[in-house]
């Protein structure tokens, strides 16, 4: 694991935008994941920013949503297809015929699983994969307990996840629906790099445990222990609860390896 700590909160989506656009730079057709909540933000601005410029272009890129509430009717503001097309494929020039997500409505929401990890698997799997992280720990919708093998599948979630993302649906908790389909852990962690960006000090004990603590199904983040390739982007709140923060700094010095040493 990389952990780069950013000083410059200005300096997160340039750094995070380099993450995805090196792939595409070395492939345009890359496969792309992209995950929704406040994290990326910055990153599907300045990735914006650089396709207006004509600097960078996903015309050719396939992209894959984590997860989607169950539920929520086509369309819905925060469908989680609706939020990616509102926050990032608007920004950009990927074709909305390759941008893939979960039917949250589908009849049989098994199949539907089924279907969407054939439909990574058909695409050659994903090559960068774009994640925030919960409070608790949660990548995507895996809340604590979750299989660290898990694949695409129906989860509840947590009373602690709905509270906080009633803030999207009118503080009303009650509208924040009690399922969802996510991607799996194991689903997530067959992506071939993983840039996980968390900001803030609500984030810092899951960071901790992400990079530090034991792997354990209660912090389902800290599956990614195991992954070859993961880039973790941290403004200085969110490493606050680090151990080994110092050392962070000093091997990473606030770049990524792909800025060289
Ligand atoms: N399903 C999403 C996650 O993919 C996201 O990482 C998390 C954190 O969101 P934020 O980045 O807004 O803190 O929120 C939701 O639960």
Same mark, same amino acid.
């Given at each position: 694991?990389?952990?780069?700590?950013? +000083?410059?909160?200005? +300096? @997160?989506?340039?750094? %995070?935008? +380099?993450?995805?656009?090196?792939? @595409?730079?070395?492939?345009?057709?890359?496969?792309? %994941?992209l995950a929704t909540g406040s994290s990326p933000l910055r990153v599907y601005q300045e990735l914006g920013a650089r396709v207006a410029r004509g600097e960078l272009s996903l015309s050719r890129c396939q992209a894959f949503l984590l997860d989607e509430y169950v539920g929520l009717p086509a369309g819905h503001p925060e469908a989680y297809r609706t939020v990616i097309d509102r926050e990032f494929c608007d920004l950009v020039d990927l074709d909305p015929a390759n941008v893939h997500g979960l039917d949250g409505t589908a009849e049989d929401l098994l199949g539907e699983c089924t279907r969407y990890e054939s439909a990574i698997a058909a695409a050659g799997g994903i090559d960068v994969q774009l994640l925030g992280i919960g409070r608790d720990g949660h990548i995507a919708f895996n809340e604590p307990g979750s299989s660290l093998g898990s694949r695409t599948r129906v989860k509840t979630l947590t009373t602690q996840t709905r509270l906080d993302n009633a803030r999207f649906f009118g503080d009303d908790f009650h509208a924040v629906p009690l399922h969802c389909l996510t991607q799996g852990i194991g689903t997530i962690s067959s992506a071939r790099h993983l840039v996980l960006i968390a900001l803030g000090e609500p984030k810092a004990e899951a960071v901790h445990q992400l990079v530090e603590g034991p792997i354990s199904a209660l912090w389902p983040a800290t599956a990614l222990q195991l992954h070859p390739h993961v880039t973790v982007l941290l403004d200085p709140a969110a490493a606050s609860r680090l151990q080994f923060g110092a050392y962070y700094r000093e091997a990473y010095r606030g770049k990524p390896s792909w800025q060289g040493f």
């Open positions: 694991m990389e952990i780069v700590i950013i +000083d410059e909160p200005e +300096d @997160v989506g340039p750094l %995070g935008a +380099d993450a995805i656009a090196q792939h @595409v730079v070395a492939n345009p057709e890359a496969v792309l %994941g």
